[in-house]
């Protein structure tokens, strides 16, 4: 059971570029989001997903975009990557009704990504 | 949307001491809070979650947490630290429905030998 994989480990970008990280879970979780995680203020959810086809912007969205085709995996797209966006990237999964089905999230080990 | 606030940035307590680490949160419905650790360089893992019933709930590693509604508080608790806990710690706020699940700061504890 691999749980959440997220790839790349490490990036390094150059202001303009586009990438995508990747997140696939083998859990069968509805819920998949995206958080970034900035020194002094904690993850913040950028995008989230309850399933296939569904998705939702968290608190801070600019300047990213997701889709859902599958319930496995959630990609995560730069498409001009900005020196603002220089963060630790975690992808995570649940189950929806967490309260019914044990609950609280599993992480990915997250992607350093740099912009230069 | 609801929040989560950490008072603490860092903490030190030698090895052996007894931890608090606060989490106060603001949420209009009923919460279901949580606490991960993470080590350096890791993905965040739950130590302990508190959905209803009694509200002290017990967490792997040793570590506890108490609800208090009226003080919206979930402060996590240890009685004897060892030193593989240096750690960072984020309280957490979610839903029913496990979306948009919110964190605090989060809270590094260093441990004195």
């Known amino acids: 059971n691999a749980g959440v994989t997220q790839t790349p480990k490490f990036q390094v970008l150059k202001t303009g570029q586009s990438m995508t990280l990747q997140c696939a879970q083998d859990m069968n979780h509805e819920y998949m989001s995206w958080y970034r995680q900035d020194p002094g203020m904690g993850l913040r959810l950028i995008h989230y997903s309850v399933g296939a086809g569904i998705t939702d912007q968290g608190e801070v969205p600019n300047g990213y975009n997701v889709s859902r085709s599958t319930t496995e995996d959630f990609p995560l797209r730069l498409l001009s990557a900005a020196p603002s966006q220089t963060s630790v990237y975690f992808c995570?999964?649940?189950?929806?009704?967490?309260?019914?089905?044990?609950?609280?999230?599993?992480f990915g080990s997250g992607t350093r990504l740099t912009v230069v | 949307a609801q929040s989560v606030t950490q008072p603490d940035i860092h903490i030190t307590v030698s090895e052996g001491a007894s931890l608090e680490l606060r989490c106060n949160y603001s949420?209009?419905?009923?919460?279901?809070l949580f606490w991960y650790v993470q080590s350096p360089g890791q993905g965040l893992q739950l130590l302990l979650k508190y959905f209803s019933g009694d509200t002290l709930v017990q967490g792997i590693k040793g570590f506890e947490a108490e609800f208090k509604r009226s003080q919206s508080s979930f402060n996590l608790r240890k009685p004897s630290v060892h030193w593989s806990d240096a750690a960072e710690y984020f309280c957490a706020v979610g839903s029913y429905n496990n979306n948009d699940m919110r964190f605090g700061a989060g809270t590094r504890l260093t441990v004195k030998p």
């Open positions: 995570a999964s649940s189950y929806t009704k967490h309260r019914d089905r044990g609950g609280g999230y599993t």
């Open positions: 949420y209009g419905a009923t919460p279901y």
